[in-house]
């Protein structure tokens, strides 16, 4: 008989057999409509005589197929067809499809002369996937073992194996319809649940015969042609595959038995159907040869009700073991490894496979091999159940080699690296043994398959932890953010989800305490014991501490150097420690070594430092030689203590699980923490300024410093400054790598444990102020900043000669507060011409002293030319920087720091001196290779992308400025502290351009929440909170929040004017006087904003050139407010810019046009016609063939003229220029605005003439 599987979506299900609907249609073209009807499934036999329907004058009206083509050609088959719900308000999955085809299917074979006829099964589009699906259900589940085992044959018809593009509309059109989108979502393209299903279906089927049919033409859509299902993606690797010549929909649709496609698809049903008998026979009496049901069962406890998740690996583990492919297996034992860290659920898994199978085993036994003897004892017991005597395991192992009925071994606790544990798997190729192992080592006895057990997924966590402490599940919804925590905090570790569940659940803290208390009380909770279906080991420290012990027991070099490197691992961070920081760490040892311990100061490394390194690391051989590093580092991920990742383009690194990692730690009494914290530190700052370039030492140095204060570790040292210098050089990495924060406690702790002040620097001291005067830089304490390094510049003049390099490198820094100073103050030209007298001869020294590509020599030059900027000296400053910039590129890599902070800066200049597509170009560049190699949350990078998004926002490039922002801040949420300066201003530019694009709203919401942690991070007269309260001012004018903006504006003149006591001709003050008369006027308090723009507008006329460009846009901007209030001076104001502006700009300039309007404009409504005839006749004249005639630009002037005309009593003339201008505007919609104006000034014209 034949199974036909339809893919087609239909919108209600029958059973086999039911309504007398068809499944298949006709295959002749579709009407344009046709009534709905219900599509059910049908089941043909003998006994339907029926035909296809007929038309008495045009023949049949459809023809079935598998009705009309396979019933009559099969006579001793059922045929039948299978469909199933889909549609809105439909919700189901593949396996639910899978599992309902097979309880169909086994419901129609009950009788003993059914259950082994042989099945071919053909499936069209998602058909196919169901019946792959089915098969692999029906491979891991007794229940339909005879039903697999009788499938003689599959045929594919356009199964999308690989997905399909086209699942896409599909979901699209399901969103809009309310459908369910479970399956449409299977269905993309690539998914790799697909390609798990196929693969998974090709191992456990590659015996059974199945053909894959695809279409070789597109689907027409009408508005798009596609391909449903491609060819690569319909078909499996190794299998048969044809085409035939139709569509998608075509592929399940024959028009008779003369179907050229019909004929390409019978030959292969026909074949299947010859062959089925011989086949199904042949694997039903192998089958049938073994001992039915379990009589041994040798396992020591039950399965744990908490048991979650895990279905995926024990699916795979039981179709390794249920794998018939005699061929495959007939000379090898099946054996399947299960290695990984204790406590992850190796044994409870074993537990499920078990009990899952138990009836596919006579006999299932499990054995611990922990140690000899137990292992002796079990394998005795097994023999003796087996009714054989046993001596020994080797007895044992006979016997079962000799049993020829089905057994499964489990070999339990397999976790010493030292035995060789081939000695207990029975000889011979029957039975299937599983092993688990804390040793990955061990997976190399697999012989189907071997699995490392990982944490749980996040979902599934959840899951346990919530049951494990026995919370309602209708309760889980309101606490899954808490659940998430906990799973996170002990990384998902199954035994320690249990364990902390049992913690809550006994009543020891509540759920939401629980990471509190975690970090209060590590080690309490990691060794709470469950008192219920007790693990092993009993607690989580305790399952770790098993193989530790191990190691101690030992006693061997290797073993006491994996506990010392364990020890070690514990103080840096649990992820990707490089294995290379050995090797330098070695490195810089050698030269430490010969420095004497006398005589140090706080930077100083010497001989006590390197012999603080582990002795694997044999610092005073003459070579590196990493043999013992690599033995101890196998030893611990042979015990799944560390992972070893070697990532393409990455130096080996070695990466704890949290939990074995806390452990580690914890089990070192205080005295053992101190050595092993002393040693890890000397490890990561010996090599750090030869290894950090990439970051990698960070997270290591933050852990390294996270377990020990400054003040304990002191007294670890012979000498208070041996310990400083590692803290020192811990801090260079922190400063360098821009974590500001952890930079300044560490600063504040070592002044702490030396009790010195940080604002009086010293001698001795100097480095460690140095440093902190870089720390008050980076948390922008520019006041503070500049006192401390005018200080240490003071005292080092006092010392030093002037070519000295710490004394030049000093002066350098002074100079660069003046200029960090300068672009936070009101005055900048000021901190500008004080960091010009320091540079300009301190480059006269190094010009004399140092080589032009010198680095230092360049980065005053660099320097020098921010500070000609600030004093306003722009093309100095481009001159300058231009040829530091060319000598950098010349000499340094395309990512060197120095090279990139120079193109920054220069890019910066050309910003600010108008050249903006040349800055955008080099930003564009500079941005790009900071993204390459620097963290995404870096200042520096940060830096360079507000430097770009401001210059798009210059050039009028708003939307590129809000995706490059909008990208800042998605990647910096949640990583960025909320009052870093850097995220700040980002914010504050992303509102800005918001603001631009008339998103009034957005910005205003923006802005109100940097202003508040500006008001509650900065002083009232700090630039950038002024800057920002200015700034949100403006955006509520915008939003028509006038009176939040007047008192806002009110606040910020006031802290300029009086506690800031700025100039008046002040432009800070005066930006924000415009910006308050312009919100007077917008509040309609137009006499208070006139006089105030007076006001201004006298200033900027006393202080600026007739010419200057922010005089002629702030008289343009101005004019129309005045006329406004009836005042001529916006007449006047007009006239001045439309006369500065016709020297300088083409005639056909957009803007001089719009001027030369709105003063013709002016002047109409202001009765002054004659003035605006003169302005307009000239203009046109000048423009004549400069513009097309039917130019939107020339008709408003022809149409103000015509105005002008009318208004001067010149009707006639109003007329016939404004017909003119109508006609030629007839060519525009019949709903333009400029049209209807135009028709409407005429008939008011003709009307009134």
Not at 125 to 151: K, M, P, Y
Request: aromatic share 8%; glycine share 6%; hydrophobic share 40%.
């Amino acid at each position: 008989m034949v199974y036909g599987c339809s893919a087609r979506v239909h919108n209600r299900c029958g059973g086999l057999g039911s309504d007398p609907f068809f499944t298949w249609v006709k295959k002749v073209q579709a009407p344009a409509s046709k009534p709905s009807r219900k599509l059910v499934d049908k089941l043909w036999s003998r006994k339907d005589k029926k035909g296809p329907k007929q038309d008495k004058q045009n023949g049949p009206t459809e023809f079935m197929w598998p009705r009309d083509l396979l019933v009559p050609l099969f006579t001793n088959a059922r045929v039948a067809t299978y469909s199933y719900k889909s549609g809105k308000g439909v919700k189901t999955t593949l396996r639910q499809l899978a599992e309902q085809l097979l309880n169909v299917l086994f419901q129609h074979r009950q009788k003993p002369d059914e259950r082994q006829r042989p099945l071919v099964l053909i499936g069209h589009s998602l058909g196919g996937l169901v019946i792959q699906q089915a098969l692999v259900i029906a491979a891991l589940n007794r229940d339909f073992q005879e039903l697999r085992l009788s499938v003689s044959g599959v045929i594919f018809l356009g199964a999308p194996f690989q997905g399909s593009n086209a699942a896409v509309l599909g979901k699209r059109l399901a969103q809009v319809t309310g459908g369910d989108l479970s399956l449409l979502e299977l269905l993309q393209k690539d998914n790799p649940n697909l390609h798990s299903l196929s693969k998974d279906f090709c191992d456990s089927h590659h015996e059974w015969d199945f053909v894959c049919f695809y279409e070789d033409t597109d689907a027409d859509y009408t508005l798009f042609k596609t391909r449903v299902v491609t060819a690569s993606s319909a078909t499996l690797s190794g299998r048969r595959m044809i085409f035939l010549n139709t569509d998608h929909s075509g592929l399940n649709k024959f028009s008779g038995e003369n179907d050229e496609n019909y004929a390409l698809l019978l030959p292969e049903i026909q074949r299947m159907v010859d062959n089925g008998h011989s086949i199904v026979t042949s694997r039903h009496q192998s089958k049938e040869g073994e001992v039915a049901g379990n009589k041994h069962w040798l396992v020591p406890r039950g399965v744990n009700k908490l048991f979650t998740g895990r279905s995926e690996i024990i699916d795979r583990i039981k179709g390794a073991i249920q794998d018939d492919d005699g061929a495959k297996h007939a000379d090898k034992q099946k054996v399947f490894v299960i290695t990984g860290l204790g406590g992850m659920g190796k044994s409870e898994i074993c537990l499920q496979v078990a009990n899952i199978l138990r009836e596919e085993f006579w006999g299932v036994f499990w054995v611990d091999v922990n140690s000899d003897s137990i292992a002796k004892s079990d394998f005795i017991s097994a023999a003796t159940a087996l009714g054989s005597s046993a001596d020994s395991i080797d007895d044992a192992r006979r016997i079962f080699s000799n049993t020829k009925n089905s057994w499964l071994l489990i070999l339990d606790n397999a976790d010493d690296p030292e035995v060789d544990y081939q000695a207990y798997l029975p000889s011979g190729s029957r039975g299937v043994v599983i092993i688990t192992s804390r040793v990955s080592g061990c997976s190399q006895y697999n012989t189907v398959g071997s699995e490392e057990l990982t944490s749980l997924d996040i979902g599934l966590s959840k899951q346990l932890l919530l049951r494990a402490a026995n919370i309602d599940e209708d309760l889980w919804p309101s606490v899954d953010q808490q659940a998430e925590a906990i799973a996170n905090l002990i990384g998902s570790h199954t035994l320690a989800l249990i364990t902390a569940g049992s913690y809550i659940a006994q009543g020891f803290c509540q759920l939401d305490k629980y990471p509190e208390v975690y970090g209060k009380q590590r080690k309490r909770l990691l060794t709470h014991r469950i008192t219920q279906a007790r693990p092993r080991y009993g607690d989580v420290y305790a399952t770790f501490e098993a193989s530790a012990n191990a190691l101690e027991v030992s006693g061997g070099e290797d073993a006491k150097d994996a506990l010392r490197l364990l020890g070690i691992l514990s103080m840096v961070h649990s992820s990707d420690f490089p294995l290379q920081m050995f090797e330098y760490a070695w490195g810089r040892a050698r030269k430490a070594i010969k420095v004497s311990d006398s005589d140090l100061t706080i930077e100083t490394v010497c001989r006590w430092h390197a012999l603080q390194l582990p002795e694997f690391m044999e610092v005073e051989a003459n070579e590196w030689d990493p043999y013992r590093l690599n033995k101890a580092s196998h030893l611990l991920v042979s015990l799944s203590f560390v992972v070893r990742r070697n990532s393409p383009g990455r130096p080996p690194s070695l990466s704890m699980h949290p939990l074995a990692h806390a452990w580690a730690k914890d089990r070192q009494d205080l005295g053992q923490q101190h050595k092993t914290w002393i040693s890890a530190a000397c490890i990561i700052s010996l090599p750090v300024y030869d290894y950090d370039e990439s970051g990698d030492s960070v997270p290591h140095i933050q852990s390294l410093l996270g377990n020990m204060e400054v003040k304990t570790a002191l007294p670890l040292g012979p000498k208070p400054t041996m310990v400083i210098s590692i803290f020192i050089r811990c801090a260079r990495c922190l400063s360098q790598n821009r974590d500001d924060s952890r930079f300044n406690s560490l600063l504040q702790g070592i002044f702490s444990a030396l009790t010195i002040e940080c604002d009086r620097p010293s001698v001795e001291y100097l480095t460690l102020y140095r440093l902190y005067a870089f720390s008050l830089k980076y948390r922008n304490d520019m006041p503070n900043f500049l006192k401390l390094q005018g200080k240490i510049v003071k005292l080092q003049e006092e010392l030093l000669p002037s070519t000295h390099p710490d004394r030049i490198t000093s002066q350098l820094e002074l100079a660069r507060a003046y200029l960090a100073n300068g672009e936070t103050a009101f005055f900048p030209d000021e901190q500008g011409k004080k960091a010009i007298e320091i540079l300009e001869p301190l480059i006269k020294i190094q010009e004399e002293t140092q080589p032009f590509a010198d680095s230092e020599r360049l980065s005053s030059q660099h320097e020098l030319a921010r500070a000609y900027c600030m004093n306003g000296q722009a093309q100095k400053a481009i001159d300058l920087l231009e040829q530091v910039v060319k000598i950098r590129e010349e000499n340094l890599p395309i990512a060197d720091f120095e090279r990139l902070l120079s193109q920054h800066r220069l890019a910066c200049i050309y910003s600010d001196n108008g050249q903006v597509e040349r800055a955008i170009e080099l930003l564009e560049h500079v941005v790009k290779i900071k993204e390459g190699v620097l963290p995404i949350a870096h200042p520096d990078l940060l830096a360079s992308q507000i430097g770009l998004s401001r210059a798009y926002i210059t050039d009028r490039q708003v939307e590129k400025s809000i995706n490059l922002l909008e990208a800042m801040v998605k990647v910096g949420e949640g990583v960025l502290p909320m009052d870093n300066p850097g995220w700040l201003q980002t914010l504050h530019n992303l509102a800005c351009a918001y603001h631009m694009k008339g998103l009034a709203g957005k910005a205003v919401e923006l802005l109100e929440h940097v202003v508040k942690i500006r008001e509650g991070s900065l002083p009232a007269t700090h630039a950038d909170r002024l800057a920002s309260q200015h700034q949100l001012a403006h955006a509520y004018i915008w939003d028509k929040q006038v009176q939040k903006a007047i008192k806002l504006l009110e606040y910020v003149v006031e802290i300029k004017e009086t506690v800031l006591a700025l100039p008046t001709a002040h432009p800070g003050r005066l930006v924000t006087l415009l910006e308050l008369a312009r919100a007077y006027v917008a509040d309609g308090q137009g006499e208070k904003g006139v006089k105030l723009l007076d006001d201004v507008m006298k200033i900027k006329e006393e202080t600026l050139a007739l010419d200057n460009p922010d005089l002629l846009a702030l008289q343009v901007e101005l004019a129309p407010i005045y006329l406004k209030f009836g005042q001529a001076k916006g007449i006047k104001l007009l006239e001045n810019v439309v006369k500065v502006q016709e020297d300088t700009l083409p005639i056909s300039d957009p803007f001089q046009l719009m001027l030369q309007y709105k003063l013709g404009s002016a002047y109409i409504q202001h009765e002054q016609p004659e003035k605006a005839i003169e302005l307009l006749e000239k203009v046109l004249k000048t423009k004549e063939g400069v513009l097309p005639t039917n130019h939107s630009n020339w008709l408003t002037l022809q149409h103000d003229l015509a105005r002008a005309y009318y208004e001067n009593g010149q009707v006639d003339k109003a007329v016939e220029l404004m017909e003119h201008v109508v006609e030629v505007r007839r060519e525009l919609p019949v709903d333009d605005f400029n049209r209807l104006t135009s028709e409407r000034v005429l008939a008011r014209f003709k009307e009134e003439a």
